[in-house]
């Protein structure tokens, strides 16, 4: 490395919270590797100084670029700590050939770059991957499948079922999928819009998904036809075969290597990711887990898997020492502190049911006698708005949910101030009564933390689309009386409610643009014209117990 490149070396790694590391490496620019298909995926090579013979590689697969910040941040902070590194761009980004397609080719082409790279001098047969978001899915295409395996991977801020970013319990997450369509189809433009925060794009986003028909929102926020947003939109019924080759959460996980896994309680794929690792222990595979206060791809999230990732492959490629520590490591929100366990969920914790009552209370209790239905309605022309929550880029994580809890389609039921800090740890589920006069409806459920001078934060939620092609399913079932007993899945957290605070719980029926309005018609998402309202009931008495249920620890 030239002196300039040391001196950038070393603000890059104080950047990422990096002990200095001045160690000189190579770059080999622009490396071919064929696919089967004939199409050449270009790579930059990192090669430690003195490293002469045959030695491990780190290969890294990204849709964003090899050079400059690329680089800098995922490839020469471990080459100048001694390890090589592979940084490939993905099909038809950067140089490499064929067409982008997001989550369609990263299998094959992953495990044909895996052989190559096994084939060359200048690796020893050792391959390991990591990375996060887009980089982790690449991981989760190859690991469960690469013969002999590889030897670590660190799929970060990411899940093996990758469209669980993009649909969520079947409801359209269409604000990062447009937001992300809009970053990767002008990134290689140049200009103002690229991939990070910008709020001149998410204003243009959130109008153009007021627009419809949706297939052509692309156009309005990148200026052309993204391909990735028109698959979103063209292949967003329930159980969909388009997205095989893209979710890899039903492969045999026993033949993974070593996992690491670092992400955050406001990260948009924490839900699956939280999943896979549970898997991945209950099938005997060495994992670990660490998952503090951040948003998908903040700085703070950045430097944890920088941090963990140089221990981890130093480990596991040249012998260094095994990391220290609980294999599982969470951060408990409003508390300050962390909290090391042996799996996930933990079982130190127990379950503590918080049931919706007439009149808009939250009590420990149930209703004793039957009582009318609580009613609101949801006007997708008039949706209700998101606030707060796990996001693809700021703003996200918690915010004033009270202007929100005002409006005529929220249902709010309140406890009564708590007597001692309730530290609530795992999954987070609820179940709610419903009835609709639409068939075509979607159910949100929020949890909040209101403070003593009544501000209501967002701390978790779910949504469960409710569909007649798919009703009654396993967390959907239907009563002689027309009533929906519907399960919904809120987010995991590690959170700690104060003493004096107040839990509440909020009803509606959707969160946009955070996710898609749905319309009440049943038209296709991608073609969809016009709306319809939608009248709730939501239940409450003896028969119809609708309650939250939260895992409190201790």
Request: neutral net charge; proline residues 10%.
């Amino acid at each position: 490395m030239t002196t300039s490149s040391l001196l950038v070396g070393v603000v890059v790694d104080a950047a990422l919270g990096l002990r200095p590391a001045t160690g000189a490496y190579t770059v080999e620019r622009d490396v071919a590797v064929p696919m089967p298909d004939g199409v050449c995926l270009l790579g930059d090579r990192y090669r430690p100084a003195g490293d002469t013979g045959p030695s491990p590689v780190v290969l890294v697969r990204t849709p964003y670029g090899r050079a400059g910040l690329g680089g800098q941040v995922f490839a020469a902070p471990l080459a100048r700590r001694g390890l090589q590194v592979f940084l490939q761009a993905t099909r038809g980004t950067f140089g490499s050939g064929g067409h982008f397609r997001p989550f369609t080719t990263e299998q094959d082409d992953g495990l044909a770059t895996v052989e190559w790279l096994r084939e060359q001098p200048w690796c020893d047969g050792r391959v390991a991957m990591t990375g996060g978001s887009y980089f982790g899915h690449t991981q989760w295409a190859v690991a469960p499948y690469a013969d002999p395996p590889l030897a670590a991977v660190s799929p970060h801020i990411t899940a093996a079922r990758a469209t669980v970013a993009f649909y969520d319990h079947g409801v359209p997450q269409a604000q990062t999928a447009l937001t992300w369509s809009a970053a990767i189809g002008r990134q290689e433009r140049g200009g103002l819009l690229g991939s990070l925060p910008n709020p001149l794009l998410r204003a243009r986003v959130q109008r153009a998904l007021r627009r419809l028909p949706l297939q052509a929102a692309d156009v309005r926020v990148a200026g052309a036809p993204v391909p990735f947003w028109r698959d979103f939109t063209a292949h967003a019924d329930p159980g969909d075969a388009f997205w095989s080759t893209a979710d890899h959460d039903e492969a045999d996980l026993r033949r993974l290597p070593p996992v690491n896994m670092v992400t955050g309680w406001w990260d948009l794929f924490l839900a699956g990711q939280l999943a896979d690792f549970s898997a991945l222990q209950a099938a005997g595979v060495p994992a670990r887990l660490q998952v503090g206060p951040w948003l998908h791809g903040e700085l703070g999230e950045l430097r944890a898997v920088l941090r963990s990732d140089v221990t981890w492959l130093d480990h596991h490629l040249r012998g260094g020492p095994a990391p220290s520590g609980a294999p599982v490591r969470v951060f408990l929100q409003q508390a300050g502190t962390w909290l090391d366990f042996q799996q996930w969920p933990p079982s130190e914790t127990h379950p503590v049911r918080s049931h919706l009552r007439a009149g808009g209370a939250l009590t420990a209790e149930p209703e004793h006698a039957e009582v009318g239905p609580t009613r609101f309605t949801y006007d997708p022309a008039d949706p209700t708005p998101t606030v707060g929550g796990p996001m693809l880029q700021p703003p996200g994580k918690q915010a004033d949910n009270r202007p929100v809890e005002e409006r005529p389609d929220v249902l709010v039921f309140t406890g009564p101030p708590l007597p001692a800090d309730l530290d609530v740890v795992g999954p987070v589920r609820a179940r709610v009564h419903v009835r609709t006069d639409v068939p075509h409806a979607d159910v949100f459920v929020r949890v909040c933390d209101v403070d003593p001078h009544g501000v209501s934060r967002n701390v978790v939620d779910g949504i469960r689309r409710l569909d007649p092609r798919t009703v009654p399913a396993p967390d959907v079932s239907l009563g002689d009386d027309g009533v929906l007993a519907v399960d919904v899945e809120l987010f995991p957290t590690a959170y700690r409610f104060r003493t004096g605070h107040r839990l509440r719980v909020q009803v509606s029926g959707g969160a946009f643009p955070r996710y898609a309005r749905n319309l009440g018609t049943g038209e296709p998402f991608a073609t969809a014209t016009r709306g319809r309202r939608c009248r709730f009931e939501v239940c409450t008495g003896p028969a119809h117990p609708s309650a939250v249920e939260l895992p409190v620890l201790g």
